[in-house]
């Protein structure tokens, strides 16, 4: 038996013995393709599907009175989320709103903690963030006067893929106003110590935030526990709440009852809210920092997808995760040795997210390939292929599949059919 055949049935093994695998079926697969971008867009969950329409009959059924009114009335709906999603960020639920958007969060947030003041005028981030982060960032130190080729510190990358903890705490200096960082880094998959780095922070006197659109879902946290001040993400990856779904932010307790930095209605103590004062009144948790009215039909699915992460529970989902990367890994060593791949993310499962970064010089030709190949891969200029196998839909044996196609495609050099130019989104 070749050792790709001995792989294939550890894999069905694995996934006969799967807690999880259940869950395949609450999702929209299409036959024949390996979903493996769920770190961009997660997949439809039936249950996601069923929350859109039972909206929609509240809506048909209320009119204006949905708000209020109903099982579900929507004037507490992204509050009720907030504390949906609190257990998947180790948050207490009055610490966490679905609200707004990753970089809409991340400006409320900025204007809110950022305060340039005597010696402290710097924010310090890293230079492999992703830009949505860094356009925020330069945005509040020009409103404050300030140069952001001067007030914007980003630690760099000695490899151009991973960042070293003992770099980002040097430059935690007494000019830092506030840090801001990415959990899990999108194009390598690295998972940064938060514990570590918060605690650097807090005892130097700075605030920190962080950004965890592709760590949420897929890593648990403990946010209250270590102290941050806050974070922000996205839900429509490992969360699969739909394209554009609606974000969520997290406000250390500590912060609470402060005024936030862009105000909207939304934001006010729900008890006079509608008294429609001129004088703004936050309210006293994590809500005071939505601004506007919640986008009610982008909220539900959420409902429906939090729902399956409760019932799998994040631990069971961490550590199937970590099983299929590391799988995923062992694949690409021992099957396409030789054929240009690197495997650039950590392979030590406490500095691993949940997606694998493969580099190769001809990584958009190859993503194509894939697709072609019904292998659904995410590509990142220049040269990274990221394949991302979720715990709640994919298996040990799509992952032995995706990797035999690969295969494939490299040995026919299959990629060659393809022009070496990359599309809008991959």
Known sequence: MSGMDEQKKKAEAWDREDPLSRFREEFYLTEGQIYLDGNS??????????????????????GVDGWTGGESPWFTLSERLGAMTAPLVGADAQEVVATGSTTVNLHQ?????????GSRTRILADALNFPSDIYAMQSHIRLHGLDPSEHLIRVTSEDGHTLNEETII???TDEVALVVLSAVLYRSGQLLDMERL???????????????????????HRLTEWGADFAFWCNYKYLNSGPGGVGGLFVHQRHHGRIPGLAGWFGSDKA????????????????????????????????????????AGMERIREKSLRL????????????AGLGFAIVNPRDDARRGGHV?????????IAHALKDHGVIPDFRSPDIVRLAPVALYNSYLDVWEAVRRLKRIMEEKDYERFEKKRGVVA
């Open 198 to 220: 918060t605690r650097a922070a807090r005892e130097r006197g700075i605030r920190i935030g962080w950004d965890l659109c592709h760590s949420i879902g897929a890593v648990p």
């Open 272 to 311: 006079v809210q509608f008294d429609m004062a001129h004088r703004f009144t936050p309210a006293a948790d994590a809500g005071a920092f939505q601004i506007g009215t919640p986008h009610v039909l982008s909220l539900a699915p959420l409902q429906g997808s939090l729902e399956l992460f409760h019932e």
């Open 170 to 172: 040097e430059a935690m």
């Open 41 to 62: 867009l997660g997949l439809l969950s039936k249950r996601a599907e069923k929350e859109v329409f039972h909206t929609l009959g509240s809506w048909r059924k209320h």
């Open 357 to 365: 970064a493969l580099a190769h010089q001809e990584a958009v030709r």
């Open 109 to 117: 947030l900025l204007a809110t903690f950022y305060r340039p003041e």
């Open 325 to 336: 990367t590391r799988f995923l890994m062992e694949l690409v060593e021992t099957q396409l």
